[in-house]
């Protein structure tokens, strides 16, 4: 058959790829391309899906013209649409690249890519990143290919996935970027050397962008690709990087300086400048921190934050938006999307079962585990599904967060949690949902409090602290929905209560729980714990007298349970409380009780802990010396069970001893390796006394630069009703022969012990001001509540201080 050459090529498989492109990229509609053209709307959709095989050269021309190309893009057209191929064009490093913006917070990603896509060792041939949208995908993206440009001689190109693009499109626009008329002239056109794809938005025609790469892959073995979606490709040869947001200040950083050290406020600082001139003033530092932290440091939520600062000033933004962040939007006409509606798509990839379960995980407030995610989602439910599963997937798309290797290390975006909870209430799952969210804390806390009593007392603190705002969220939901749950949560929380200082907090929980008539029902070991529990926080406070009476019911309660822990646990209680209330031997009685029983039972901590709390009745009676015995044997019984903290407790006490025996030294040395033993222990409580025991020392031994040292970190006291501050300052100033000075303190300090569970403290303070006054009046009314003390007390002075007085009298 004789060969017209006169006749028309037929036009390439990617020039209907190349038109829709130019078209989509100049943001024309095929009927406003057609009109611009003058030509129909129908040849426009027949030339994009292929159907035209001759188009017009005139035609074509009118195209060029309507969609402005010039240069080697309305060559590469033209040649395109006489079916040539075009390879000998030549092409510029990278094509159809806009520019890199300015990125903040990205160099490690930015660093790893790189080398990922210019290594020349083994490689993935396809880099997805994932992650939800505003996470800051393309923009990175863009950023590394503009990097990576000159190790690619065969050029880096992009195109954009658009919905209902075919695998036929996607070739014929692949081709078009790298210059070529024919998907199939792409191997000749890299000529063996290597060139980087990027695809973004690949969620929008998966299966399409699927089968595509596959076919360039196998194609061009030189070629590398990478790609942005809100999910992976699904590839062999893929390697997925979730793109996780910029990391945001914690709560301890607090001035400008060191909270413009974190990526996410770089950034609204950086959009913030963008719509006022002012600097952020120093009262606007402690919102933007949380403002920043509340946005999760989602960057499109951060420009759309920041975006507001042309109106309101950062604490306006934070009151206005930080709890409702997804109604967070730009300015009417903006093509931005909500935050809403860029979470709701990456919600709408996940299966049924995945969703329930990110709408049971969404009821966590701060950061969880493995095992508790298990027990929110309940496996055995109906539509529920593997937690491993669950979170692999919501990793993958970029909705979940893990930070370091400890347990409780998963976090949702907060904007994520927030569509969680919405989606739950209209489900109709919210309620049920916080009913088990509480349950499950209940669990939990219950889980560790019997570790909140021994050696491992600052961890298990410290993993309900990663807990604390979900073990509020919980209590507060179910003390009014389900307070037999409450009261569980409670009952297990005391001692966390007390060692980290909410003692009035937590005492007004139990209380209202306890007097709940719903929870009358409750597990009578439940009720018991609870009432101790009150008993454990009213010592602090003065208020022992009010909790005796629990804490004796509790013993019953115990007792009838045949629970030994318990026993012990409110004998010792109510040794403390009688105490408080100076019914020693009642105190002594219960100290005694705890440690036969716990000698019974081979109890080897509780045992050093009886032993512990008996010491300070054998220095009420004056005996030093089995009051170090005492001591000695806390020591042993501490090594034996590896209780630091009981260790380092008695060691505080044998620096008190060592100073009523006036070796001041051993005091000081002891007192010092105390306070360094329970700082690593993360025990603050027994600080400020035992700096006071130091304080006494040092100044008695006349040591007085030292003893200053101490009195200004023990000014002001951290408690009021501690006298520890008042005492040291009376010392120094007896010592340095000041006596209205040492008078005036050692008065204060008998009125701040007041009220203590120790009122030797109060004998020792009324002691010096008895020495030191110059006022007869004074000196006698001293001298009169030594007696009465010493009396009500059974306290027994020690030899050294009947001296001191016998020579005041």
Not at 13 to 31: C, E, I, N, V, Y
Not at 195 to 218: F, N, T
Not at 464 to 477: H, S, V
């Amino acid at each position: 058959m004789a060969t017209d050459h006169g006749a028309d090529r037929v036009a390439g498989p990617g020039f209907g790829a190349m038109l829709g492109s130019h078209r989509r990229r100049a943001r024309l509609t095929q009927d406003e391309l057609a009109q611009r053209a003058g030509i129909g709307v129908r040849t426009v959709r027949d030339l994009e899906r292929g159907r035209a095989s001759r188009p017009q050269r005139t035609t074509v021309e009118l195209l060029a013209d309507a969609l402005a190309l010039t240069g080697a893009d309305l060559r590469t057209f033209l040649l395109a649409a006489r079916g040539q191929s075009t390879e000998a064009i030549p092409v510029p490093r990278y094509v159809r690249l806009p520019p890199a913006a300015e990125l903040i917070g990205r160099d490690t990603d930015v660093a790893d890519l790189d080398e990922l896509l210019t290594t020349s060792g083994p490689h993935p041939r396809v880099v997805t990143l994932v992650g939800l949208a505003g996470v800051g995908k393309t923009a990175l993206a863009l950023t590394v290919c503009h990097r990576v440009v000159d190790a690619h001689p065969a050029g880096v190109a992009g195109i954009v996935i658009t919905d209902g693009f075919a695998t036929g499109d996607i070739l014929g626009t692949v081709a078009a970027v790298f210059g070529v008329g024919r998907f199939e002239d792409l191997s000749a056109r890299f000529g063996g050397t290597s060139g980087v794809l990027l695809i973004d938005a690949v969620e929008r025609s998966p299966e399409a962008v699927a089968e595509a790469l596959s076919k360039l892959l196998d194609r061009v073995p030189t070629l590398r690709c990478l790609a942005t979606g809100r999910h992976p490709i699904g590839l062999a040869a893929e390697r997925v990087w979730p793109l996780a947001p910029l990391v945001a200040p914690p709560e301890s950083a607090r001035t400008l300086a060191e909270v413009s050290d974190f990526p996410a406020v770089r950034l609204f600082l950086d959009r913030l400048t963008r719509v006022r001139r002012e600097p952020v003033a120093a009262d606007e530092v402690e919102p933007l921190a949380t403002l920043v932290r509340r946005l999760g440091g989602l960057p499109m939520a951060i420009e759309l934050a920041a975006a507001h600062g042309r109106v309101l000033t950062v604490p306006e933004i934070l009151d206005r938006y930080g709890d409702r962040l997804l109604d967070l939007t730009g300015r009417p006409g903006d093509a931005t999307v909500s935050l809403r509606d860029a979470v709701a798509a990456s919600y709408r990839l996940l299966a049924p079962d995945e969703q329930y379960a990110l709408r049971r995980l969404g009821l966590f407030r701060h950061r969880w585990s493995v095992s508790l995610a298990e027990q929110m989602i309940e496996p055995g439910a109906a539509g529920a599904t593997d937690v491993v599963h669950v979170l692999d997937r919501l990793l993958e798309l970029g909705l979940l967060n893990v930070r370091g290797s400890g347990v409780f290390r998963f976090r949702l975006l907060d904007v994520v949690r927030d569509h969680a909870a919405e989606r739950a209430a209209a489900e109709g799952e919210l309620a049920e949902g916080r009913l088990r969210h509480a349950e499950v804390l209940a669990d939990l806390a219950e889980s560790i409090a019997p570790q909140l009593a021994g050696a491992h007392l600052a961890d298990a603190a410290n993993r309900l602290d990663d807990m604390a705002g979900d073990l509020g969220a919980a209590l507060a939901y179910a003390a009014s929905e389900d307070p037999l749950t409450a009261l569980r949560l409670a009952a297990a929380l005391p001692r966390w209560w007390r060692f980290r200082g909410r003692d009035v907090t937590g005492r007004q929980w139990l209380r209202r729980l306890l007097d709940d008539p719903r929870t009358a029902s409750a597990d009578p070991a439940v009720r018991a714990w609870a009432k101790i529990g009150l008993a454990q926080l009213a010592l602090r406070h003065g208020s022992a007298s009010d909790e005796i009476g629990s804490a004796t019911g509790a013993l019953a309660d115990f007792k009838r349970l045949g629970l030994v822990e318990g026993q012990l646990t409110a004998h010792t209680q109510l040794a403390a409380l009688w105490m408080a209330e100076a019914g020693y031997d009642q105190a002594r009685r219960h100290g005694l009780a705890a440690l036969e029983l716990a000698r019974v039972t081979g109890r080897i901590r509780d045992m050093a802990v009886a032993e512990n709390n008996l010491t300070w009745h054998e220095i009420r009676i004056g005996d030093l010396a089995a009051a170090r015995e005492r001591l000695i044997a806390v020591d042993r019984l501490g090594a034996r069970c590896g209780e630091d903290r009981l260790r380092a407790l008695a060691r505080a006490n044998l620096a008190d001893v060592a100073r009523l025996e006036r070796d001041y030294d051993e005091a000081v040395r002891l007192g010092r390796q105390a306070v360094a033993e329970l700082e690593d222990l993360g025990d603050p409580i027994h600080r400020p006394r035992m700096m006071g025991t130091i304080g006494l020392a040092l100044a008695a031994a006349g040591r007085i630069e030292e003893a200053e040292l101490v009195l200004a970190e023990l000014s002001p006291p951290s408690d009021v009703r501690d006298g520890s501050a008042a005492a040291v300052e009376a010392a120094i100033a007896q010592a340095t022969g000041d006596r209205k000075r040492a008078a005036e303190s050692y008065a204060r300090a008998a009125d701040a012990y007041r009220g203590s569970q120790d009122p030797r403290d109060i004998v020792e303070a009324l002691i010096g001001l008895a020495v030191t006054t110059t006022d007869p009046e004074r000196r006698a009314a001293a001298l009169t509540q030594i007696d009465e003390l010493c009396r009500s007390g059974g306290i027994t002075l020690l030899p050294y201080e009947k001296a001191l007085l016998d020579r005041e009298v």
